[in-house]
């Protein structure tokens, strides 16, 4: 699928009815970040009402989950590679991820990406199976959230004493990076690494290799370190001067801050706690957009009563036929999205405007060509050094393997035909 990139967090996918999240899935491609599925799992330790029970629950999120939503790299392992010079974090609202294995057959390159186990477990919440070990990580993280105090952070009051405590989240945000633009000194530089969790040793080959580089500005020499450093700064400074008094459930701060980590990698960001709606378009750059869940349910509801109206005939043929672009009419916010981000042309591209009237069918021998030229590529292609392909741009193929239901809600996602040529294809 393709369509702007874009991060959700658990409270607009709750948000959305299993059919509204349809469109989700569609319309979007979602970079589904790591902490997302340690907060859905910590839903099992949660008490719930209603006669459902914690694995309902979870399940429930499961089934609402993007099947072929990219899995963002963890931002820990992002800054550690950043740090020891394994290469710049590309921040331009693109998904980071990993486990891609270069191929190449007959001359040409390509990467090929695997399932990620986070979603290879989401599968399993959707059928009711969790591990034994996931049990005990979301008892450890519900237990890790009731242990967090905001007097914890209250030593940063002593910045105040200095420079006055700021009086909203605009002027915290001005102070924090003018903090961020002072660091250019190794004590300091240690300090920040220290804490954003990196450990002692990691840290004196860090600043040996910075060192060894000139001494650049930190914020000039690892910017996705500076960036993911100046968020937590934000939340320290922000507790200690009361800030976040507003928003409930302030052990969970951190927890909603940490989603910000990952604003670099989408273009939309869609939530609907109160301290994202305040928060994240502080971070967000000029170019990308903050959606409330509210927003985005009202929108996808409107889509969902948009396409109930097609004839059984024309639904029959599945979502990713039917509506593989969203309507030319502008008062849909999701066709609003897609013209700010996507090629002016999206509209007049022939596949995507869908006559319905039985002319779009895919050529059988076209279809058979295509699947051939992928089983061929995925089973004959012979693993090479990554650095032949430095990064995915430079692929002349890249293929993404996905567990995919058939059917999300009411809505069919395929056509009987191609059910059936890939059966055919790929037994």
């Excluded at 891609?100 to 979603?119: A, C, H, M, N, Y």
């Excluded at 800030?243 to 273009?267: G, M, N, W």
């Excluded at 043929?317 to 700010?340: E, N, R, V, Y």
Aim: net charge negative; glycine share 6%.
């Amino acid at each position: 699928m393709t369509g702007p990139s874009l991060i959700f967090d658990k409270s607009a996918l709750q948000g959305l009815s299993a059919d509204e999240s349809m469109w989700l899935e569609n319309f979007f491609i979602t970079n589904i970040t790591p902490l997302f599925f340690v907060e859905t799992l910590a839903d099992l330790e949660k008490e719930v009402r209603g006669g459902r029970t914690p694995e309902d629950v979870v399940g429930n999120i499961a089934h609402k989950t993007p099947d072929m939503g990219c899995v963002n790299v963890h931002h820990k392992s992002l800054i550690i590679g950043e740090l020891m010079g394994h290469g710049k974090v590309e921040m331009s609202g693109r998904p980071i991820i990993s486990g891609g294995k270069t191929v190449v057959l007959e001359g040409k390159t390509g990467v090929i990406f695997q399932e990620s186990p986070e979603v290879e477990a989401s599968h399993r919440w959707e059928k009711g199976q969790f591990l034994d070990i996931e049990r005990n990580e979301a008892k450890k993280w519900r237990q890790e959230l009731a242990e967090m105090k905001e007097e914890d952070y209250m030593d940063f009051q002593k910045i105040f004493d200095v420079t006055g405590t700021p009086k909203n989240l605009q002027e915290l945000k001005e102070r924090v990076d003018m903090f961020v633009d002072m660091i250019t000194e190794k004590e300091g530089f240690s300090v920040c690494m220290s804490r954003v969790g990196i450990i002692p040793k990691a840290r004196e080959l860090v600043i040996k290799k910075w060192e060894e580089d000139g001494n650049k500005p930190i914020k000039e020499y690892a910017p996705y370190f500076s960036y993911v450093f100046s968020v937590d700064l934000f939340f320290y400074m922000g507790t200690a001067a009361n800030l976040f008094k507003e928003f409930r459930h302030p052990q969970t701060h951190k927890v909603d801050i940490a989603y910000l980590y990952y604003l670099p990698f989408c273009s939309i960001f869609t939530s609907s706690d109160k301290i994202h709606i305040a928060l994240a378009p502080i971070f967000m750059r000029p170019n990308q957009t903050f959606i409330s869940g509210a927003d985005l349910k009202e929108d996808f509801a409107k889509l969902d009563a948009y396409y109930e109206k097609l004839p059984d005939t024309v639904k029959e043929k599945g979502s990713f036929i039917f509506a593989s672009c969203p309507p030319d009419d502008t008062s849909f916010l999701t066709t609003q999205l897609w013209d700010k981000y996507m090629a002016k042309t999206w509209r007049s591209i022939k596949d995507h405007v869908r006559k319905f009237d039985g002319t779009d069918k895919i050529d059988p021998e076209t279809e058979k060509a295509l699947f051939e030229k992928i089983k061929k590529f995925t089973k004959e292609a012979k693993p090479v050094d990554s650095s032949q392909v430095s990064n995915s741009d430079e692929a002349e193929s890249i293929i993404l393997n996905h567990k995919v239901s058939t059917r999300k809600g009411k809505w069919k996602k395929f056509p009987p035909e191609v059910l059936n040529s890939d059966k055919r294809i790929f037994d």
